[in-house]
């Protein structure tokens, strides 16, 4: 699983037909985008908690590619937090598709030992949008340094996600 979800990202930013990245990163203003997140993680397909996560999206994006500021915390103390690019694929006015790349660091605290940093998190999660400012999507994610300095056991997230625009 570890390099298909930034694979996923990557390709959706670049097919877009209606707003790839192959057609610039010319700054736009949208809205903002503040959202709450909870979710179950696990290690090896075993369950090791819950984690908690917000993620702050800037009120601009460079062609498709929404800068965002995400920090996350397990139920043992695992934080990780970053500065990524976020992207949102409407399939309809009120479904959308979403998917992240966040680079960042990894403090272990209690938690399960992933290796060395730095680390990558992608997420690929599908949305509803109840109203313009109002969404709620559910994710999957995954975390780990992406074999570049050995240790790799990654982790995952299945999340329920609350977001609100300004």
């Known amino acids: 699983m570890e390099p ?3 694979w996923v990202f990557w390709t959706l930013v670049t097919i877009d037909p ?4 192959l057609d610039g990163l010319e700054r736009k203003s949208v809205p903002g985008r503040h959202v709450f ?5 696990y290690v090896d397909n075993e369950s090791k908690g819950y984690e908690l996560q917000y993620s702050l999206y800037q009120p601009f994006v460079y062609g498709p590619l929404q800068p965002f500021y995400g920090i996350s915390s397990t139920e043992n103390s695992g934080l990780m937090f970053g500065v990524g690019f976020g992207y949102e694929y409407n399939i309809s ?3 959308f598709l979403e998917s992240s790349f966040l680079p960042g660091l ?3 605290n209690e938690e399960v030992y992933l290796g060395e940093q730095p680390f990558f998190r992608a997420k690929l999660g599908l949305g509803y949008r109840f109203t313009e400012r109002i969404s709620a999507s559910v994710s999957y994610d995954h975390r780990s340094n992406a074999r570049l300095t050995g240790a790799n056991p990654g982790m995952e997230t299945l999340q329920a996600n609350v977001g609100f625009n300004y």
């Open 4 to 6: 298909l979800l930034a």
């Open 37 to 41: 997140s909870v979710g179950e993680v």
């Open 18 to 21: 209606s707003n790839s990245i």
């Open 93 to 95: 006015e009120k479904i």
């Open 106 to 108: 990894y403090v272990k």
